[in-house]
């Protein structure tokens, strides 16, 4: 399996412009998980699904953040409209059941910067 | 508010010696602890887990120790290689709470030859 896949590996965009992360989860696992890496705060989860069901966006910044997985093999991430302050690095990360106990597998990020 | 904390940003080691990186939490509904390491312009990968209900568990050259009534872990290496010189996650999982990992801050361990 080629892991977890996420595109574009890096972003550059203008304030205001709209930005979509793409991820591929492994095949097979039922759960995905987006998470935000910036220094200040570290590692923070966005917004998990599990069987392409949305289960808990309570780390969602604010409206301008949705999600979605339409099917077992994409989900997307969107910034509209994007801030200087959404720049971090994106990752996308996926997991069977035995997620809690043997870890996650996540995909190398995206890095995003608004300017 | 962060549940998962690793007071040390960075930690530097000889080849050889022991790495221990710490992380302390504040949750006691976490069930399970686990580590990864994060090397640049890569995404962290799963590295070791214990389980609330053991305190020791090891890896070859990794272990890792839960002190529960501490509300403390560490992760043990040894030896250190430079190949380690990668910043460390200390992570946890509360099943009862949903699937989400927390994550601490991480360790930036820089391991010398």
């Known amino acids: 399996d080629a892991g977890v896949i996420q595109s574009p590996r890096h972003e550059v965009t203008e304030m205001g412009q709209e930005v979509t992360l793409r991820c591929k989860p492994i095949?097979?696992?039922?759960?995905l998980f987006w998470y935000r890496q910036t220094m200040m705060r570290g590692l923070e989860l966005l917004i998990y699904f599990n069987n392409n069901v949305p289960i808990d966006d309570s780390g969602m910044p604010e409206d301008r953040f949705s999600a979605k997985m339409p099917n077992a093999s994409f989900s997307t991430l969107k910034i509209q409209p994007s801030e200087p302050r959404d720049s971090a690095v994106y990752f996308c990360?996926?997991?069977?059941?035995?997620?809690?106990?043997?870890?996650?597998?996540f995909g190398s990020g995206t890095r995003l910067t608004v300017v | 508010d962060q549940q998962v904390k690793q007071n040390s940003p960075s930690l530097s080691v000889q080849e050889g010696r022991i790495s221990i990186l710490n992380c302390d939490y504040t949750?006691?509904?976490?069930?399970?602890f686990l580590w990864y390491k994060k090397y640049p312009a890569e995404g962290p990968t799963f590295l070791i887990s214990?389980?609330?209900?053991?305190d020791k568990n090891e890896d070859g050259r990794f272990t890792v120790f839960l002190n529960k009534s501490a509300k403390h872990l560490s992760l043990h290496i040894v030896p250190s290689q430079p190949g380690d010189s990668a910043v460390y996650f200390c992570?946890?999982?509360?099943?009862?709470?949903?699937?989400?990992?927390?994550f601490g801050k991480g360790t930036s361990l820089l391991v010398t030859p």
């Open positions: 095949s097979g696992h039922d759960y």
């Open positions: 992570a946890a999982s509360a099943l009862g709470g949903g699937y989400a990992l927390n």
């Open positions: 949750n006691s509904m976490f069930d399970y």
């Open positions: 990360a996926s997991s069977d059941v035995t997620g809690p106990y043997y870890g996650y597998t």
């Open positions: 214990i389980s609330s209900i053991k």
